[in-house]
C-alpha cells in the first residue's frame, strides 16, 4: 500500500532520552511477566520508555503479546490468532496474576506519563503481505493516545500500513542482519531483500531500531546520515550497551 503520508514525522524526543524497557521491565522469577500490565507499570514507574508487541486476536484486536503460540507465556497452547479477544483477556500468565492485556488497556494504564514503542508483529509468517486487520486495531486504539508513541515493525507492508491508516503517527522499521537460518519459513529471498534495509523511504519512516550485534553494518551508518535516529535491540549488559551507543542513539 503506497503511504499517503507526505511527511515523516518525528520519533519523540523522550524516545531518545529514556533506556526502553523491552517488554516492560519484566521479572519471570518474581512473576512479573514481559508485555503484562505489571511490567508495564514496573517499567513506567522506573521512568523507563516501554517497548511493547501486539498480536491480532481472532476478531481483530490488538493484543499485547509477544509470541505467535500460548505455549511459552501461558499454561495452555495454540495459536494466538485462533482466540477472541475475551478469551486471550482470560488466560493467566504463567506465574503471575496478570492475563493477557489489550492494547487499550496498556495505553489506559501508561497514560502518557513515559514514551512507547509498539512493535507490530508479523502476521504472514514470512514478512509478506497482511491483511491489515492487526494495523487497523493498533491505529484505532492509537488514534486518540495523547502521550508519545510510536510504531515499528519487521514487516514493512506492516509500517506501510500504518502509514496509509495514520500517517501522522512516528513509524519505523525494526531490522535485523536477516541470517535466514534464524528467520526461516521466511524465503532466503526476502532477508537477503530486506538485510538492506530498502523500505525506509518508501514507508517514509524516521527511525529503525536494529539488532545490536549487526549495527555496524554500513547501512545502519547511511541511514543515520540521511537523519535516520538509530534504535538497537536487546541490550543485556553495561558492555553491551557502552558498544551500541557508539552507533544507536537509543537502546
Known amino acids: 500500500i503506497p503511504p499517503r503520508a507526505m511527511t515523516r514525522p518525528p520519533l519523540p524526543p523522550d524516545l531518545l532520552r529514556l533506556p526502553i524497557a523491552h517488554r516492560g521491565l519484566h521479572d519471570r522469577g518474581i512473576g512479573r511477566i514481559e508485555n503484562s500490565l505489571s511490567a508495564v507499570a514496573a517499567a513506567a514507574a522506573a521512568g523507563y520508555a516501554i517497548e511493547i508487541d501486539v498480536q491480532c486476536s481472532s476478531d481483530g484486536q490488538a493484543m499485547v503479546f509477544h509470541d505467535d503460540t500460548l505455549d511459552r507465556l501461558t499454561g495452555t497452547t495454540g495459536a494466538v490468532a485462533a482466540r477472541t479477544a475475551a478469551e486471550l483477556a482470560g488466560i493467566a500468565l504463567a506465574g503471575a496474576t496478570d492475563t493477557i492485556p489489550a492494547l487499550p488497556q496498556v495505553l489506559s494504564a501508561v497514560a502518557g506519563r513515559v514514551p512507547l514503542l509498539v512493535e507490530i508483529k508479523d502476521r504472514s509468517g514470512t514478512l509478506s503481505e497482511t491483511d491489515g486487520r492487526l494495523e487497523a486495531a493498533v491505529a484505532s486504539a492509537l488514534a486518540d493516545y ?106
Open 146 to 251: 495523547a502521550g508519545p508513541v510510536a510504531v515499528m515493525s519487521f514487516n514493512p507492508h506492516s509500517v506501510a500500513r500504518m502509514a496509509a491508516l495514520a500517517p501522522g503517527l512516528p513509524r519505523g522499521l525494526t531490522t535485523s542482519a536477516f541470517d535466514p537460518d534464524e528467520w526461516a519459513p521466511v524465503p532466503p529471498a526476502t532477508c537477503a531483500r530486506l538485510r538492506g534495509i530498502p523500505d525506509y523511504d518508501t514507508t517514509l519512516s524516521g527511525f529503525i531500531s536494529h539488532e545490536a550485534g549487526d549495527l555496524p553494518r554500513a547501512r545502519v551508518a547511511d541511514l543515520a546520515a540521511q537523519g535516520a535516529a538509530i534504535l538497537c535491540w536487546t541490550i543485556g549488559s553495561p558492555e553491551d550497551e557502552i558498544a551500541a551507543r557508539r552507533i544507536a542513539r537509543n537502546i
